[in-house]
């Protein structure tokens, strides 16, 4: 079965810090693997996207990396702050019947207090 | 929110009535998507649009109703046959459906309460 999960479910941290995101996923056949953000009560926007040759992917203070081998992927927040308080969501795509489907996480919901 | 406008933002309704959550792109893209969001769970496809007057179900369409008649719009209606409606909704669109490196572009999304 397709999954993406996600680790850890919540988390807080104080402003400044750094943080790591967890996402493995069982998908097949693996087409690309997506982060995006979600404020709260908000629609996602995408972050960084990443195929299989691919294995880190920058923008500003995110860097995501791609295990493809052990189907994991890491989303890295650097100098974090307040603004990040956010879900940040792992989707990844995979084909099926000629066709582009998307598996979503559940998400890790991110405190950062000041 | 990149060209993508829903409303309303929140929606409360009777049980038993049905309800559409409108949903715009300014973008010209190709395709447009409904997903469901609860608590807990990853988004969910409800029903997703290729192309205009065409449009599939996704993994989760039993409850709900769709179409597609001009490019820029896909509403949602939301049927008394759907058995737990209170959700939050999202739209997205996406250029050329099919190719694998597309970005969806989600809306602000509809928070919907059914009493």
Known sequence: KNQVEQSPQSLIILEGKNCTLQCNYTVSPFSNLRWYKQDTGRGPVSLTIMTFSENTKSNGRYTATLDADTKQSSLHITASQLSDSASYICVVSFTTSGTYKYIFGTGTRLKVLA | ?115
Request: glycine share 8%; hydrophobic share 30%.
């Open chain 2, 1 to 115: 929110d990149g060209g993508i406008t829903q409303s309303p933002k929140y929606l409360f309704r009777k049980e038993g009535q049905n309800v559409t959550l409108s949903c715009e792109q300014n973008l010209n893209h190709d395709a447009m998507y409904w997903y469901r969001q609860d608590p807990g769970q990853g988004l969910r496809l409800i029903y997703y649009s290729q192309i205009v007057n065409d449009f599939q179900k996704g993994d989760i369409a039993e409850g709900y109703s769709v179409s597609r008649e001009k490019k820029e719009s896909f509403p949602l209606t939301v049927t008394s046959a759907q058995k737990n409606p209170t959700a939050f909704y999202l739209c997205a669109s996406s250029i050329r459906p099919g190719t694998p490196l597309i970005e969806q572009y989600f809306g602000p999304g509809t928070r919907l309460t059914v009493t």
